[in-house]
C-alpha cells in the first residue's frame, strides 16, 4: 500500500475510532480517574467490549486464513516497567495516547499539552533507546501467547475467552446499569455521594 | 437506536464497534490497532529538522518512514476530527479544563496545563518502554491473546490505580 494510501485508510478508520471514542465517553478525564479509582466502570465497559469484539473478529479472519496474527514479544521488563509508568502517566493525564487526540477534537484545552508532552517522551525514549534496550530485552521471551503456551487452536481458546468477557459485561450492568456514571454534563462527573446527615441534625422524635 | 445526535452511546456498542476496526487493520495492513508508535514517528520527524543524525538510531529510521508509520500517524490525527464532529453533533462541546480536575487536584488552569505536560511525558516514556499503550496492548494484544499485552495491561492499571487513589482527592 503507498504511503499517500495509508494516510487516506488512517484517516477514516481514527475518525470512525475518535467518533466512538467520543460516544462512549472514555476520553473524559473524570471517566479515566473515576475507573482508576474504582467509582465508575464506563472505561473497564467500553475495553472490555473491544477486546472481545477484536477476539471474535481475530478468530474468524485468521480461522479462514484472511489474517495472521503479530503479537509483540514478551519482555517482563519492559512490559512491567513501561506498563506501570504509563499507568501513571494515564492518570496524571485523564487519557491514553489516543483519546488525548479525542480530547483535543472534543476541545479540552489542556490536552494539548498532554500531546505536547507525549512527543517529548516519545522523542525521549528514542534517544534512549539504544541505550536502555540490553535492560528492556533482559528475560525476553518471544512473541508468547496463551494459544501457544496452552497448545489450544487460537479460535477455540478466543471465542472462549470473548464468552467470558461478555458474561462479565453482563454481570457488570445489571449490577449497576451504564447510565448511571454517564453523568448529568455526559462527562462521566457524578455527583459527590450524599453524606450522612449527622447525628445532632436528626429529629429526636 | 443511536444516533448521532447522542451524547452518549452504549459503551458496550461502542467499544464494540471499536473493537470492529481491527478488520481493516489486519486486512489492509497486516496490523493491529495501536496510538502510541505514531508519536516516535511525530517526534523524530520535528527531531529531524534539529538533529538529522536521528536517522542513525535504527528504533528512529524504522518509525519515520513507510505506510504503517504514516497510517498510525494518520489514525490519530483522524481520532480528533472524528470526536470533533461527534461532539459538535451531539452539543457535547469541551471548554478548558475538565471540572473533574478541580475537584481531583485542587489545582487551577496553569497548574493543569504544567500536570498534563508532565502526564504526556510519562504516558509515552512507558508506552514506549512497553512497545505498546491501551490500543496496541490493550485492544489488540489482549485480542491476540499475547502475554506480554495481560501482563502490560495488569501493570498499567497497577499504575493508574496506584496514582489515582494515592496522588488524588475522591472525584465523587
Not at chain 1, 467500553?46 to 481475530?58: Q, T, Y
Not at chain 1, 498532554?114 to 525514549?125: E, N, P
Not at chain 2, 444516533?3 to 489486519?26: C, E, H, M, N, V
Not at chain 2, 494518520?74 to 475537584?103: E, H, M, Y
Request: charged share 10%; aromatic share 10%.
Amino acid at each position: 500500500m503507498s504511503v499517500f494510501a495509508a494516510i487516506l485508510l488512517g484517516l477514516a478508520m481514527g475518525a470512525a475510532f475518535g467518533f466512538l471514542l467520543e460516544k462512549a465517553r472514555v476520553f473524559e478525564p473524570a471517566v479515566i480517574l473515576g475507573q482508576f479509582q474504582f467509582r465508575s466502570f464506563l472505561m473497564l465497559r467500553v475495553f472490555l467490549a473491544g477486546v472481545a469484539a477484536g477476539l471474535v473478529v481475530l478468530a474468524v479472519m485468521t480461522g479462514f486464513g484472511w489474517a495472521k496474527l503479530s503479537p509483540k514479544a514478551l519482555l517482563p521488563m519492559a512490559d512491567i516497567a513501561g506498563g506501570l509508568v504509563l499507568g501513571v502517566g494515564i492518570a496524571l493525564a485523564g487519557a491514553c495516547p489516543g483519546t488525548v487526540l479525542a480530547q483535543i477534537g472534543a476541545g479540552y484545552k489542556d490536552a494539548w499539552f498532554t500531546l505536547a508532552g507525549g512527543i517529548l517522551g516519545a522523542l525521549a525514549f528514542t534517544y534512549a533507546e539504544p541505550t536502555l534496550r540490553p535492560v528492556l530485552d533482559m528475560a525476553g521471551q518471544g512473541k508468547l501467547t496463551l494459544d501457544v503456551v496452552t497448545g489450544t487452536p487460537f479460535w477455540m481458546l478466543a471465542l472462549g475467552f470473548a464468552a467470558v468477557l461478555v458474561a462479565a459485561l453482563v454481570g457488570l450492568e445489571r449490577w449497576r446499569p451504564w447510565r448511571e456514571e454517564i453523568g448529568a454534563e455526559a462527562d462521566g462527573l457524578l455527583p459527590p455521594h450524599p453524606a450522612a446527615p449527622p447525628a445532632a441534625a436528626v429529629p429526636a422524635e | 437506536m443511536p444516533r448521532l445526535t447522542d451524547k452518549a452511546w452504549s459503551p458496550y456498542l461502542a467499544g464494540a464497534l471499536i473493537g470492529l476496526l481491527q478488520i481493516p487493520a489486519f486486512l489492509f495492513l497486516g496490523t493491529a490497532l495501536g496510538a502510541s508508535s505514531s508519536f516516535v514517528t511525530a517526534g523524530a520527524s520535528l527531531a529531524e529538522f534539529l538533529d538529522p543524525g536521528i536517522r542513525g538510531i535504527r528504533y528512529a529510521a524504522a518509525h519515520l518512514d513507510g505506510a504503517k508509520n504514516w497510517w498510525q500517524v494518520a489514525l490519530v490525527i483522524g481520532v480528533a476530527i472524528g470526536a470533533f464532529a461527534s461532539s459538535r453533533l451531539s452539543g457535547a462541546v469541551r471548554r478548558g479544563v475538565a471540572p473533574v480536575w478541580q475537584r481531583a487536584t485542587g489545582l487551577g488552569r496553569g497548574g493543569r496545563f504544567a500536570m498534563a505536560f508532565a502526564a504526556g511525558f510519562l504516558m509515552l516514556l512507558g508506552a514506549r518502554i512497553a512497545d505498546g499503550c491501551t490500543s496496541g496492548h490493550g485492544l489488540s494484544g489482549m485480542a491476540q491473546l499475547s502475554l506480554g499485552s495481560f501482563a502490560a495491561v495488569a501493570a498499567m492499571f497497577a499504575g493508574g490505580i496506584l496514582t489515582a487513589t494515592l496522588l488524588f482527592r475522591p472525584v465523587r
